[in-house]
């Protein structure tokens, strides 16, 4: 069993920055994968930004170049740089962990972007 808990949520300006935090209850350099969804009202849960153990990074297209997955394994903890956020960047975002076929999911943080 794997906890994740997510922090950094928040309300930001068009244009502005947030980070997220998912601390979890075991190594993160151990999991198969781990990262973000998010899921905004009226949508389907998405992809954001995964790392996998061998530290490759994937994004969905509409944030490469703004968002920014990293991983502290002496902390287990999973970070999400936000940059150059916009309106459609709200949503409710959730940490994931995948590991021996395994999905693990966070409670959720509010990321609201005012434009």
């Known amino acids: 069993q794997v906890q994740l808990v997510e922090s950094g949520g928040g309300v930001v300006q068009a244009g502005g920055s947030l980070r997220l935090s998912c601390a979890a209850s075991?190594?993160?350099?151990?999991?198969?994968?781990i990262g973000w969804y998010r899921q905004a009202p009226g949508k389907q849960r998405e992809l954001v930004a995964l790392?996998?153990?061998?530290?490759?990074?994937n994004y969905a297209n509409s944030v490469k170049g703004r968002f920014t997955i990293s991983r502290d394994n002496a902390r287990n903890t999973v970070y999400l740089q936000m940059n150059s956020l916009k309106a459609e960047d709200t949503a409710v975002y959730y940490c994931?962990?995948?590991?021996?076929?395994?999905?693990?999911w966070g409670q959720g943080t509010q990321v609201t972007v005012s434009s």
């Open positions: 994931y962990a995948h590991n021996d076929g395994i999905a693990y």
């Open positions: 790392i996998s153990s061998g530290g490759n990074k």
């Open positions: 075991r190594s993160t350099f151990s999991m198969n994968a």
